[in-house]
């Protein structure tokens, strides 16, 4: 698994098993949908706050995520939504916590950039870019040393690389054989910097190496390619070889956070992106298939929209904490 | 002369400086890219057009280009670092308490590190790690100069006396305030603006201003609570209490001096400030006047402060914690009817 060839290198099994290859395309969808939503509360003026959202990179967190067991954990960063619906959180839980309402995964305290739910193995979002990763290896660290065979994978930017807290979270995992997954979503961008301005190696998988540890890049837009990945890096965690980086190339379809126009982008380079885009590329996979019709496709897509939608109605009117919570939870 | 807001008065205060002197240049994350923001707050805007390879977009690595701008500062340059949130600051400071704020001392005062450090601060719908009220971690270090600047005038006379300053300074900015009009203006922005003169003019980095003059009772604040006293005061004129509202502005050193004329003046000390209650500046604002005016005080100073937590992000509990106008002119009520 080196750098170079990793974009190519052979697949392991993958169960084709037409119900687990339908609930992928479901988890891509759902967060679409879930995002496309969510940024239309954002615009219309009835959701507070800020948003960085993932439209685009559906394929990274459901793919890592698929690999995981209920009892693995993952950390996120502030564009949380994404891994968040993967690992299982519901489309309530959040909505509900975007408002505000004490109802939500966090009881509003958190919002959009700290969503998590502990019981669901989602530590709340870390929105300090790399805070994750030093984080993520302490976590790996109490699983070796509870002897347990759980696995933490970690997920940060491109932009995280460049971080103190990359070098020094990587090193000590390194170190220390520790079972975590180091998942960079490398969508070219940090904010509006191109890696190629920040990087002088824009190869993110290749820093493994110099650690001593095992690194992959993937196209992080094959929700199969990224699932299978993640499977071999789970494994390897799991017999004491870890850690594992896995770098998986993808693309934000939308701007960095709440009002970016991503005048920063070149129009050649995001239409080039639009046209790779992992749901769509994951539908005509699909199919392809005798036993997957449009029908099939379109009927989960429906059933989402109705799921959205009154999900929404009912974290419009989801309560609202008092002031007395204004002083809650903050010592356990 | 013409009617600025903070981020345009401040882009035009670092450009002047920048054709002022050479040395001068701009680093931080996002504050030059072409087709980006200027930055976060667009107060760079612009500027890498105008100043070619003297507005520098770093990778995101705090502790590095802070580290980098004090070491260019120590061999002549005059860096102006941008902090795209000031919770960063957290992964900067062993760059600016342990480096800069200490070479000048530690050199026998042979080491000079003239930088300016910005960063904008405050509550703002973001949640806990976006939000915090940061210059009460810097005002306790000796070496440090901090100000917090809370109209245009001041934002760019500041970051001009602050170039032009051989000593590290932090310049704290709120987000509230950068603008309150066009598509970045934040929701629940105040009107920062000022009629900003034509020529060149600094504002002293250790000179508090009274806002409003008042005869019964004292309203200290800085950044988005000066305006908020001020609109106390304001409330409380039409019930016919005299609020005398002063931007503390400087916040290390403290200008001692224009608060006591004050509190001389009225006896009576509210102290405002955006964040925690415990351990904040106010605190040490409050000891300073009884060390010095206690004598003259006729109640015990009240602080209108945040509760001691993380800010929230919930909407009303966010409002809840951020002090505002009615708070603050219940506080005054309270302290005159002693
Ligand atoms: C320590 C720190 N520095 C800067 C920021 C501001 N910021 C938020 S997201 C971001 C870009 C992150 O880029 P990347 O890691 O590639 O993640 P992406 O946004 O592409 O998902 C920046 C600079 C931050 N949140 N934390
Ligand atoms: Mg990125």
Redesign the pocket.
């Known amino acids: 698994m080196n750098g170079a060839s990793a974009a190519n290198s052979p697949a392991s099994p993958v169960p084709l098993d037409r119900e687990f290859l339908l609930g992928l395309y479901g988890k891509m969808v759902l967060i679409r949908e879930f995002e496309e939503r969510v940024k239309f509360l954002f615009l219309e003026g009835t959701m507070p706050g800020t948003i960085h959202q993932c439209q685009g990179q559906e394929a990274t967190a459901t793919g890592v995520c698929a690999a995981l067991r209920a009892d693995d954990w993952i950390t996120s960063t502030f564009r949380g939504h994404g891994h968040a619906l993967a690992k299982g959180l519901t489309v309530q839980e959040m909505l509900d916590e975007l408002f505000g309402a004490t109802t939500g995964c966090c009881k509003g305290k958190g919002g959009s950039m700290h969503m998590g739910n502990m019981a669901k193995g989602m530590v709340p979002g870390i929105a300090i870019v790399a805070g994750g990763i030093p984080l993520a290896a302490g976590m790996a660290l109490a699983f070796k040393m509870q002897r347990t065979t759980q696995v933490v994978a970690c997920f940060f930017?491109?932009?995280a690389v460049a971080e103190g807290a990359f070098h020094e979270g990587v090193n000590m995992a390194a170190i220390w054989d520790l079972p975590v997954i180091f998942v960079c979503?490398?969508?070219?961008?940090?904010a509006s910097t191109r890696?190629d301005k920040v990087m002088k190696n824009p190869r993110v998988s290749a820093r493994a190496a110099a650690y001593g540890f095992q690194g992959e890049t993937v196209d992080g837009n094959d929700v199969l390619a990224v699932y299978a990945a993640a499977q071999r890096a789970a494994e390897a965690c799991r017999n004491g070889q870890g850690p594992v980086l896995l770098e998986l190339l993808t693309y934000?379809r939308t701007g960095h956070s709440r009002r970016d126009a991503c005048h920063y982008q070149a129009k050649d380079e995001r239409e080039a992106w639009f046209s790779r885009d992992p749901i769509t590329r994951f539908a005509t996979q699909l199919l392809a298939r005798r036993d997957i019709t449009q029908a099939d496709l379109d009927a989960i897509k429906a059933r989402i929209d109705t799921q959205i939608a009154q999900s929404v109605e009912l974290a419009k009117q989801a309560p609202q904490p008092t002031l007395a919570d204004l002083t809650t939870d903050v010592f356990a | 002369m013409k009617r600025q807001g903070i981020a345009e008065a401040l882009r035009d205060g670092i450009a002047e400086e920048m054709t002022r002197d050479e040395r001068v240049f701009c680093i931080g994350e996002d504050i030059g890219v072409p087709g980006g923001w200027g930055g976060a707050f667009t107060v760079t805007l612009g500027l890498a057009e105008k100043f070619p390879g003297r507005i520098i977009d770093t990778p995101i690595a705090e502790l590095g280009f802070t580290g980098m701008a004090v070491g260019a500062a120590m061999m002549g340059m005059r860096p102006i670092a941008d902090m795209q949130y000031g919770d960063f600051l957290f992964l900067a400071s062993d760059q600016l308490i342990n480096n800069a704020a200490k070479m000048r001392y530690m050199s026998g005062g042979t080491v000079k590190v003239p930088l300016v450090m910005r960063a904008p601060i405050g509550a703002t719908g973001r949640g806990s790690q976006h939000a915090q009220s940061m210059e009460r971690y810097f005002t306790g270090v000796p070496g440090l100069k901090v100000v917090a600047v809370s109209t245009a005038y001041d934002a760019k006379g500041m970051l001009k006396a602050a170039v032009r300053d051989d000593n590290p300074v932090m310049i704290f900015e709120h987000k509230l305030l950068y603008g309150s009009k066009g598509a970045r203006a934040e929701p629940g922005a105040v009107d920062a603006t000022s009629d900003i003169p034509d020529g060149d003019y600094i504002v002293p980095l250790d000179r508090a201003a009274v806002r409003r003059p008042g005869s019964q009772v004292t309203v200290l604040g800085w950044l988005l609570m000066a305006h908020f006293a001020a609109a106390a005061a304001e409330q409380l004129a039409a019930e016919g209490i005299s609020a005398e509202v002063i931007d503390v502005r400087s916040l290390s050193p403290i200008d001692y001096e224009t608060i006591g004329e004050s509190v001389r003046k009225t006896g009576r000390v509210v102290i405002v400030e955006e964040g925690p209650k415990t351990g904040g500046v106010s605190a040490e604002i409050c000891a300073g006047i009884m060390e010095r005016f206690g004598d003259y005080l006729q109640a015990p100073v009240i602080r209108v402060a945040s509760a001691d937590v993380p800010v929230p992000f919930t909407p009303i509990l966010e409002n809840a914690y951020r002090p505002d106008a009615a708070r603050i002119a219940q506080a005054c009520r309270d302290l005159i009817g002693r």
């Open positions: 930017g491109d932009g979503e490398n969508n070219l961008y940090g890696i934000r």
